[in-house]
């Protein structure tokens, strides 16, 4: 039925009788909330339309329609029919409690009877449903029971009973309720609820009983959302002259949270209270704004920032005729890898339906690459707005049906690893004595998922984690939002680790492993000498004579001979290259210093701590050979020029940290040619202090650098 949806009473007592347990055990009131809990929360995480309400019995005071000449009495409607919500959680949590009095649980289920009766009238419900959560203690009266069986009858109501004991199925034997600790009315009580579902259906009618323990256990997993499959109608084409009309069905995809968070006010707790506005401004002292439409994105490559509008990405978008599912062509089933495999989902391939001319297409298509063992390589689109996707389409035969399975392969792009070589494990040194691989095997068949024919493992009933996490989380931060979250659920624990039947039959391999191999303490390896140390170089060789190789030599190292020959000054490693040139001799000095300032200037533009270290890193290097080249002008006179745009260039974070670092000018102590006294250089970072407490005004200077790079 379109539009249909359930509708369900949750008729809980709450009298004095459910709050009495034996000690040491949890008084049934307790587990009955714990039981109401838990559907709730799966119905409000579900996202379901199904409708919902509670009746309590047992109150101390009487709130229903069917409250008339003292008849119906301590039976309260909490919630009326509607879709639950965090709201009755609430409820629940804080409101449902013990109460005092005692009432007739036929009576309560009277009253729900009427509720869903009266509040479903005019709409379209597939399911009426009641559940009864009691302990049966309170005197029932039998008058009317088949009265009530009848009505349920009529109505299609199905009814559900939560009990603190477990309910056997003892037919034909006259010792109903002995032996089990049981009260004269829970007895009596009992056979009338027997009576009930045997009377609604009389072959199952037990298995409408259950106990509050094993419904705790079973509720504890929240529901998953439930979604209706979408037809993908398009069609299938092997080359130009075939076509077979088929429709697709999602049959695995990736499950993912719905993303509802959302901004709102941290004491009000309401989004109307918080506005959110973005205002774009220029990075100047005036923080000038600037408008929506004035903006256009950037891709940023390398140090350079490439611009790039709507209209080019419109234009650089893929083109094509909309849904496709083209064969390519066939190739062996062996072929496609499964470690290969792409994409969060599996679709299943099925003709039209009402096509006879495409099902018999399609059948004789799957049962071919079947009988081949190949499969189907085809170019998949989802609609117009999709990029294309090659994968694979392999034949599916089951005794109710056939399709094809699609699932999306890699690019040459998608692919990694295979410039990665490892050693071969046949290794002389290594190999494994009989005694230790038949260890591992033991270890592996004791570790075995599948016993007797039945897997331990069931992925079909393994919820996801992270998703169980975070309802329970949602669901008491909602409840209690000033407490801490709680721990993990056990059952969420246990569900994560191996099967206990596992832990018990791998512990003996386990141990025979630990003897076998052995786990021992490897010392650090000695620092490996170079080769000079190894000759004797250092010792043998007079002071002067190794000083001055080990300036030839310096720089020197593999990664130089792989990069290869450097013909100037890069933006990946600016540094790097700059002494790599330096060393060649292949360029002036002045000209390989005007490289390296450029590039410095490039990376100053981007106003990021990352570039601002990379500068350092340049100036750094410009300084040092600069010292061994005992050229001191070009140095100074950059990092003078530099100094004097600092405060019309609002690069003050970028000065700190070149003075955290001591940058400074070459003195006549380093260079023989430098103008610069020890003590001016040891002054130029200090000046910088003074100058910002006297806070003058800034002088525009920003032509100096320019002129030093025409000078060079």
């Given at each position: ?143 009317n029971l088949d009265i009530i069986i009848e009505n349920l009858k009529q109505a299609g109501i199905t009814l559900q009973f939560f009990l603190p004991f477990p309910v056997e199925d003892d037919r034909g034997s006259g010792d109903l309720g002995r032996d089990k600790g049981l009260s004269k009315e829970q007895q009596r009580g009992l056979e009338m609820v027997k009576h009930i579902v045997l009377s609604l259906d009389e072959e199952e009618g037990l298995d409408e009983i259950y106990t509050f323990r094993n419904a705790v256990e079973q509720l504890c997993m929240f529901k998953r959302i439930e979604r209706r499959p979408m037809a993908w109608p398009c069609q299938l084409t092997i080359g130009s002259s075939l076509s077979i009309r088929i429709v697709g069905y999602k049959a695995v995809t990736e499950e993912k949270l719905k ?454």
């Amino acid at each position: 039925m379109a539009g249909a949806k359930s509708a369900l009473v949750l008729c809980m007592d709450v009298g004095f009788s459910m709050s009495n347990s034996a000690p040491g055990e949890e008084p049934p009131f307790a587990q009955a909330k714990k039981v109401i809990q838990k559907f709730v929360q799966r119905q409000v995480f579900a996202e379901t339309k199904d409708e919902l309400a509670l009746v309590l019995f047992g109150t101390d005071s009487t709130k229903n329609p069917l409250d008339r000449d003292e008849q119906y009495q301590n039976i309260t409607v909490h919630r009326h029919l509607m879709v639950p919500d965090f709201e009755l959680l609430e409820e629940i949590e804080h409101q449902v409690h013990p109460e005092n009095q005692q009432a007739d649980w036929l009576d309560a289920l009277v009253v729900c009877m009427d509720l869903l009766q009266t509040e479903t009238q005019g709409k379209k419900c597939d399911r009426l449903n009641i559940v009864l959560l009691t302990d049966l203690s309170t005197e029932a009266s039998s008058d009317n029971l088949d009265i009530i069986i009848e009505n349920l009858k009529q109505a299609g109501i199905t009814l559900q009973f939560f009990l603190p004991f477990p309910v056997e199925d003892d037919r034909g034997s006259g010792d109903l309720g002995r032996d089990k600790g049981l009260s004269k009315e829970q007895q009596r009580g009992l056979e009338m609820v027997k009576h009930i579902v045997l009377s609604l259906d009389e072959e199952e009618g037990l298995d409408e009983i259950y106990t509050f323990r094993n419904a705790v256990e079973q509720l504890c997993m929240f529901k998953r959302i439930e979604r209706r499959p979408m037809a993908w109608p398009c069609q299938l084409t092997i080359g130009s002259s075939l076509s077979i009309r088929i429709v697709g069905y999602k049959a695995v995809t990736e499950e993912k949270l719905k993303k509802m968070w959302i901004t709102v006010d941290a004491q009000t707790n309401k989004k109307d209270d918080v506005k959110r506005e973005t205002v774009y401004c220029l990075d100047d002292d005036n923080e000038t704004e600037v408008q929506r439409e004035d903006i256009i994105q950037g891709f940023r490559y390398g140090s350079d920032i490439v611009p790039f509008s709507k209209v080019d990405q419109d234009q650089m978008k893929y083109k094509h005729d909309g849904k496709c599912f083209a064969v390519l062509g066939f190739t062996k089933k062996n072929l496609v890898l499964r470690h290969q495999f792409m994409g969060t989902q599996v679709v299943k391939i099925f003709p039209a339906r009402d096509d006879e001319h495409a099902g018999v297409a399609m059948s004789a298509l799957i049962r071919g690459l079947d009988e081949l063992n190949m499969v189907a390589i085809v170019r998949y689109t989802y609609d117009r707005r999709s990029n294309p996707q090659v994968g694979a389409a392999f034949p599916c035969i089951k005794p109710e049906y056939e399709c094809l399975l699609y699932v999306q392969l890699p690019f040459m792009e998608d692919l990694y690893g295979r410039q990665h070589t490892f050693p071969s494990l046949e290794n002389k040194k290594i190999t494994p004595s009989e005694t230790q691989l038949s260890a591992m095997d033991s270890l592996i068949d004791s570790m075995m998922l599948v016993a007797e024919e039945e897997d331990l493992l069931k992925p079909h009933h393994l919820p996801n984690p992270a998703f169980q996490r975070h309802f329970q989380c949602l669901h008491h931060r909602a409840v209690h939002p000033e407490s801490p979250l709680p721990p993990m659920e056990p059952w969420l624990e246990a569900a994560l680790d191996r099967p206990q039947v596992i832990k018990e039959r791998c512990q003996a391999p386990m141990e025979e492993i630990k003897k076998l191999f052995p786990l021992t303490e490897v010392e650090k390896k000695k620092k490996l000498k170079t080769s000079a140390q190894i000759f004797g170089k250092d010792s043998e060789e007079p002071d002067a004579k190794k000083a001055k190789e080990d300036e030839a030599d310096d720089e020197y190292n593999l990664a130089d001979i792989a990069e290869g020959s450097v013909t100037s000054v890069g933006s990946v490693d600016p540094a790097r290259d700059f002494r790599a040139l330096i060393k060649q001799k292949t360029l002036p000095f002045g000209e390989v210093c005007q490289q390296l300032t450029h590039r410095i200037e490039q990376l100053l533009s981007n106003k990021n701590t990352h570039y601002y270290m990379k500068s350092i890193t340049c100036i750094q290097a410009f300084r040092e050979q600069s010292v061994k080249q005992g050229n001191a002008e070009l140095f100074n006179s950059y990092l003078q020029s530099l100094k004097r745009s600092i405060p019309s260039r609002a690069l003050e974070v970028f000065w700190d940290l070149l003075v955290q670092d001591a940058v400074t000018l070459i003195s006549k102590d380093e260079v023989e040619g430098s103008t610069v006294s020890k003590n001016e250089a040891i002054q130029f970072l200090l000046a910088e202090e003074k100058k910002e407490q006297a806070a003058p005004e800034p002088v525009e200077d920003t032509g100096d650098v320019d002129d030093l790079l025409d000078m060079m």
